[in-house]
T-cell receptor
Framework: GDSVTQMEGPVTLSEEAFLTINCTYT??????LFWYVQYPGEGLQLLLKATKADDKGSNKGFEATYRKETTSFHLEKGSVQVSDSAVYFCALSLSFGNEKLTFGTGTRLTIIP | EAGVVQSPRYKIIEKKQPVAFWCNPI?????LYWYLQNLGQGPELLIR????????DSQLPKDRFSAERLKGVDSTLKIQPAELGDSAVYLC????????????FGPGTRLLVL
């Protein structure tokens, strides 16, 4: 079945460090790929998405590129801030009648000043 | 614009008791989803509605779980009777339609079954 595998957490970085959170997927079709973020005490929010191969999603300094050849969608940010501390979820969705999101297990990120 | 509203935010019950969760989606959103999130895991879909029709309930444990969206707007998810293993966060999300439309999530209801 369809699945998403995320980098194990938790991840702790110093402010202004470079961030990479790995995400790979298995899907029977051609999925859309998403990164959602969950800040403490809040609901899941869409961070960025990409709907086809080689697309790059970006938002708030975060980027991820849809790599079909490696079935990956790694999240990156060049310089993290304390306010980026949250849980990050990679997810996929197949269209055409199968619109549910399939999530990874989440990666907890803590940024220390 | 108001986001997805869920209530209650927290619920503590004893096992074998019934419990209900309520969700009001973003105005104009035709598609509504209920997800279950266990501790340390990603959310998993329980049921998806297109307007008032449940179009995917394959992951809903129908022996004890039920859901309704009678007028195609707000929705209720019920568990009767609750079991210890039902302790989790129940998330509601909505989108304009299905496909790859962005899903907007509510804050969730955290259930603890004692």
């Amino acid at each position: 079945g369809d699945s998403v595998t995320q980098m194990e957490g938790p991840v702790t970085l110093s402010e202004e460090a470079f961030l990479t959170i790995n995400c790979t997927y298995t899907a029977t079709g051609y999925p859309s790929l998403f990164w959602y973020v969950q800040y403490p005490g809040e609901g899941l929010q869409l961070l960025l998405k990409a709907t086809k191969a080689d697309d790059k999603g970006s938002n708030k300094g975060f980027e991820a590129t849809y790599r079909k050849e490696t079935t990956s969608f790694h999240l990156e940010k060049g310089s993290v801030q304390v306010s980026d501390s949250a849980v990050y979820f990679c997810a996929l969705s197949l269209s055409f009648g199968n619109e549910k999101l399939t999530f990874g297990t989440g990666t907890r990120l803590t940024i220390i000043p | 614009e108001a986001g997805v509203v869920q209530s209650p935010r927290y619920k503590i019950i004893e096992k074998k008791q019934p419990v209900a969760f309520w969700c009001n989606p973003i105005s104009g959103h035709n598609t509504l989803y209920w997800y279950l999130q266990n501790l340390g895991q990603g959310p998993e879909l329980l049921i998806r509605y297109e307007n008032e029709e449940a179009v995917d309930d394959s992951q809903l444990p129908k022996d004890r779980f039920s859901a309704e969206r009678l007028k195609g707007v707000d929705s209720t998810l019920k568990i009767q009777p609750a079991e210890l293993g039902d302790s989790a966060v129940y998330l509601c999300a909505s989108s304009l339609s299905g496909g790859a439309e962005t899903q907007y999530f509510g804050p969730g209801t955290r259930l603890l079954v004692l």
